[in-house]
């Protein structure tokens, strides 16, 4: 039997996104019958550690080093290794495929420095930016890594009928690691125009008016459906966003995720909020949910961009990849 290990981490600084894409992965190959083991640690958040215990999936703590993860990796058996994190020490790719695991390393952008056979990078128009590496890569909307819970679901509706309340949701990874969903909450209430909200926060707080405020829940891909606009970071819950085809405000909270937000707004599959809650974010979202069509046109554009095959192409290409 085939062995794949998944080293990543999930926590309250360095959020969930890395997890729950290795996690979509890890489903798919599992369902093909190859074993799976993650090799990290999840810390400040129950949420992210059921996503492992409720799928079966094991959980390894891995120890620091690339010699010391190479030989954990001889010392299980695995025949790859996807890399998905980014302080991982630049050698660690190399040490695996010294070892003789293939590697698959997911990146957003900047390779920052692995080695690895195969390279994915599941950004939208990430095929049309250069590499540094010259090596086989993945790029762009057709890789995207989604989960069973989000694959199953179609959207349960589009604009409401006349004079329904728009349904909004508002979340921030699974974490919040940036703390800003007090801040957002408090930009829909400032756009002053009549909406009913859920805001997913892992602390609580008192947001007031039309906006309930629950904890990180496994519910989020059936809230996402059924919502008429979700306020959100250009994160890795974007692409299952695009999928369903809601429509969607971004804002981003990390360096990291500016060159999605900028792509996603340019094609304007997605309505920019920029980085602050203010009073011009304010205005975008009163725009937003006073006109329908205008924030229908968001998820039209975004629907179809995500086919929600990406993981079987990954998988494909990875299991064809000869172990060094």
């Known amino acids: 039997m085939i062995r794949v290990g998944f080293r990543c981490d999930a926590g309250v600084?360095?959020?969930?996104?890395?997890?729950?894409?290795c996690v979509a992965l890890a489903e798919e190959l599992r369902g093909r019958g190859v074993e799976v083991v993650f090799l990290g640690e999840v810390r400040g958040s129950?949420?992210?550690?059921?996503?492992?215990?409720?799928?079966?999936?094991?959980?390894?703590?891995a120890p620091e080093g690339p010699a010391r993860l190479a030989a954990l990796g001889r010392e299980l058996r695995l025949d790859a290794a996807v890399l998905d994190s980014y302080d991982l020490p630049e050698g660690t790719g190399a040490a695996l495929r010294g070892a003789g695991l293939t590697v698959l390393?997911?990146?957003d952008g900047d390779p920052l420095g692995q080695e690895a056979d195969l390279y994915l990078d599941q950004n939208l128009g990430a095929e049309l930016r250069p590499f540094p590496v010259p090596a086989r890569r993945l790029a762009g909307a057709r890789y995207v890594l989604l989960r069973?819970?989000?694959?199953?679901?179609?959207?349960?509706?589009?604009?409401?009928?006349a004079g329904a309340l728009p349904r909004v949701l508002c979340f921030f990874g699974g974490t919040?690691?940036?703390?800003?969903?007090p801040a957002w909450a408090g930009a829909l209430l400032a756009a002053g125009v009549p909406f009913e909200a859920t805001v997913v926060?892992?602390?609580?707080?008192?947001?007031?008016?039309?906006?309930?405020?629950?904890?990180p829940t496994d519910r989020l891909p059936e809230l996402m459906a059924g919502a008429d606009l979700v306020v959100t970071a250009a994160g890795s819950a974007v692409w299952e966003l695009l999928h369903l085809g809601v429509p969607t405000a971004l804002t981003w909270v990390a360096d990291n995720q500016l060159i999605g937000y900028e792509e996603l707004v340019g094609r304007g599959?997605?309505?920019?909020?920029?980085?602050?809650?203010?009073?011009?974010?304010?205005?975008?979202?009163?725009?937003?949910?006073?006109?329908p069509a205008a924030r229908e046109e968001h998820g039209r554009r975004g629907r179809g961009l995500v086919d929600g095959r990406g993981r079987e192409r990954v998988?494909?290409?990875?299991?064809?990849?000869?172990?060094?």
């Not at 600084?13 to 997890?19: C, F, K, N, Y």
């Not at 926060?201 to 904890?215: D, L, Q």
């Not at 998988?315 to 060094?324: M, Q, T, V």
């Open 315 to 324: 998988a494909d290409a990875l299991l064809r990849s000869d172990p060094r």
């Open 269 to 291: 599959v997605a309505a920019g909020l920029g980085r602050a809650a203010d009073a011009a974010a304010a205005g975008v979202l009163a725009r937003l949910l006073t006109d």
């Open 201 to 215: 926060s892992p602390t609580p707080f008192e947001a007031g008016g039309p906006i309930a405020v629950i904890p």
């Open 13 to 21: 600084r360095s959020g969930v996104g890395h997890l729950v894409r």
């Open 176 to 181: 919040d690691s940036a703390g800003v969903a």
């Open 105 to 107: 390393a997911i990146v």
């Open 46 to 61: 129950a949420w992210a550690r059921a996503q492992l215990r409720e799928r079966g999936l094991p959980l390894v703590p």
């Open 148 to 161: 069973d819970s989000v694959r199953r679901l179609g959207r349960a509706r589009s604009a409401g009928p």
